[in-house]
């Protein structure tokens, strides 16, 4: 069964996005990071900072393997979820995958605006970009890659709802079993 799952670095919209796809889809809109933020009753911040994180990782995959059970969401994820080996190998095997990316231009001036992601304090623009270097290759296992450059939330729903369908029917036309019930 299927969800739609949403990865990509810090501050590339995968929230924003996921809130206008589930709008579209007519689907369950799931936040992991929200998520883990109710559950555990702290902030993102709080928890790196009390219980470390690998902890934080840890929740990250149990959230995961929770959200297998109920298909038919659509999922953003925290940026470094899809890193774990699990959770990547769960996603891949039963959802639709979509990379959202931007230039690290943009990126590192929208994380300057804000502070509350851990791993974003006191960093350069260096150590960002090598960071996203690293995860480059592991991010670039999805379905799908969209560059949200200029475009809005709801142009970028569109995209992927597009190119989800397109997923679907190759899945049947390959005998894979997917959820191919279509939202309006
Ligand atoms: C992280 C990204 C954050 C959050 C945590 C760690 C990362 O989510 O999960 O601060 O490792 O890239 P966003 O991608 O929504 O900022």
Same mark, same amino acid.
């Not at 995959?61 to 940026?79: A, H």
């Given at each position: 069964?299927?969800?739609?799952?949403?990865?990509?670095? &810090?501050?590339?919209?995968?929230?924003?996005?996921?809130?206008?796809?589930?709008?579209? &889809?007519?689907?369950?809109?799931?936040?992991?990071?929200?998520?883990?933020?109710?559950?555990?009753?702290?902030?993102?911040?709080?928890?790196?900072?009390?219980?470390?994180?690998?902890?934080?990782?840890? /929740?990250? @995959?149990?959230?995961?393997?929770?959200?297998?059970? $109920?298909? +038919?969401?659509?999922?953003?994820?925290?940026?470094?979820?899809?890193?774990?080996?699990?959770?990547?190998?769960?996603?891949?095997?039963?959802?639709?995958?979509?990379? /959202?990316?931007?230039? &690290?231009?943009?990126?590192?001036? @929208?994380? &300057?605006?804000?502070?509350? @992601?851990? /791993?974003?304090?006191?960093?350069?623009?260096?150590?960002?970009?090598? @960071?996203?270097?690293? +995860?480059?290759?592991?991010?670039?296992?999805?379905?799908?890659?969209?560059?949200?450059?200029?475009?809005?939330?709801?142009?970028?729903?569109?995209?992927?709802?597009?190119?989800?369908?397109?997923?679907?029917?190759?899945?049947?036309? $390959?005998?894979? +079993? +997917?959820?191919?019930?279509?939202?309006?």
């Amino acid at each position: 069964m299927n969800n739609i799952v949403l990865i990509g670095f &810090m501050a590339v919209g995968k929230t924003t996005v996921g809130k206008s796809l589930s709008y579209l &889809m007519h689907y369950q809109f799931v936040d992991t990071d929200m998520y883990i933020k109710k559950k555990e009753g702290k902030k993102i911040a709080t928890i790196f900072k009390e219980d470390g994180e690998p902890y934080f990782r840890e /929740l990250e @995959r149990n959230v995961s393997k929770g959200l297998l059970k $109920n298909p +038919r969401k659509v999922i953003s994820t925290g940026g470094g979820l899809f890193m774990d080996d699990i959770s990547r190998g769960l996603y891949l095997k039963e959802d639709f995958v979509v990379f /959202l990316k931007l230039p &690290m231009d943009t990126i590192y001036k @929208r994380l &300057m605006k804000n502070n509350k @992601r851990p /791993l974003a304090q006191s960093v350069t623009k260096e150590e960002l970009t090598k @960071r996203y270097q690293q +995860r480059l290759p592991i991010y670039k296992n999805a379905h799908l890659e969209v560059d949200t450059t200029g475009k809005t939330a709801f142009e970028i729903a569109k995209e992927i709802k597009k190119a989800y369908y397109d997923w679907l029917t190759k899945g049947e036309q $390959n005998g894979k +079993r +997917r959820n191919t019930k279509k939202s309006n």
